[in-house]
């Protein structure tokens, strides 16, 4: 089945500066990439997402990248502040037999420190 | 994004009792409907999924008599957790999503405490 490698598990960044995530997946029918971000306590907000037809999707600060090739992609925050602090998760999922998308299979996670 | 709603948001219930979580889609219809469970520190585990109507889908190793799943509607979906049991407090978050998009959406997450 599939499997979501997520790196690194912690990540703390200066305000300002940009944190990268990286996400591997092993099945190369996944076709759907979504990133979510959890604050604690609290349940977890999908802040951007990707499918398999595009490569790169930005909204403000937030991108994110896809390489099908290498089975990769990435969310970026550039311009970090102390409020992106957070655990955050991707996921992949991708189209049944039956035509609706499987569920989603999540990565470990990555705690997000943005220092002041 | 769409709005997921759940409660009660903590819940502390004695060993051996019964508790019931609701999780609601506000906005839109929820054709399918999951449960979460996770540990501190620690990624979300697919517990079941369940479409309106029709009975859940356990993942293994969740015991679907303990852990009963009832999606009645297009906006309501209920966990109860039956003879609880101080192993089963947990964070417990639901997400729904619409057969025609690929978005799936959380809720806001219940803390049990079984004491």
């Known amino acids: 089945g599939e499997n979501v490698e997520q790196h690194p598990s912690t990540l703390s960044v200066q305000e300002g500066d940009s944190a990268v995530i990286k996400c591997t997946y092993s099945?190369?029918?996944?076709?759907?990439f979504p990133w979510y971000k959890q604050e604690l306590g609290k349940g977890p907000q999908l802040i951007i997402d990707i499918r398999s037809n595009v490569g790169e999707k930005k909204d403000q600060r937030i991108a994110v990248t896809l390489n099908k090739t290498a089975k990769h992609f990435s969310l970026h925050i550039t311009e970090t502040q102390p409020e992106d602090s957070a655990v955050y998760f991707c996921a992949a999922s991708k189209r049944r037999n039956g035509g609706s998308q499987g569920n989603l299979i999540f990565g470990k996670g990555t705690k997000l420190s943005v220092k002041p | 994004g769409a709005v997921v709603s759940q409660h009660p948001s903590r819940v502390i219930c004695k060993s051996g009792t019964s508790v019931k979580i609701e999780c609601r889609s506000l906005?839109?219809?929820?054709?399918?409907m999951f449960w979460y469970r996770q540990f501190p520190k620690q990624s979300l585990m697919l517990m079941a999924t369940s479409n309106e109507g029709s009975k859940a889908t356990y993942e293994q190793g969740v015991e679907k008599d303990k852990f009963l799943i009832n999606h009645a509607s297009l906006t309501l979906s209920t966990l109860t957790v039956t003879s609880a049991h101080p192993e089963d407090s947990s964070f417990y978050i639901c997400?729904?999503?619409?057969?025609?998009?690929?978005?799936?959406?959380f809720g806001p997450g219940t803390r049990l405490t079984v004491t």
């Open positions: 997400s729904a999503k619409s057969r025609v998009v690929y978005e799936q959406y």
């Open positions: 906005d839109f219809q929820a054709t399918t």
């Open positions: 099945d190369s029918a996944s076709n759907y």
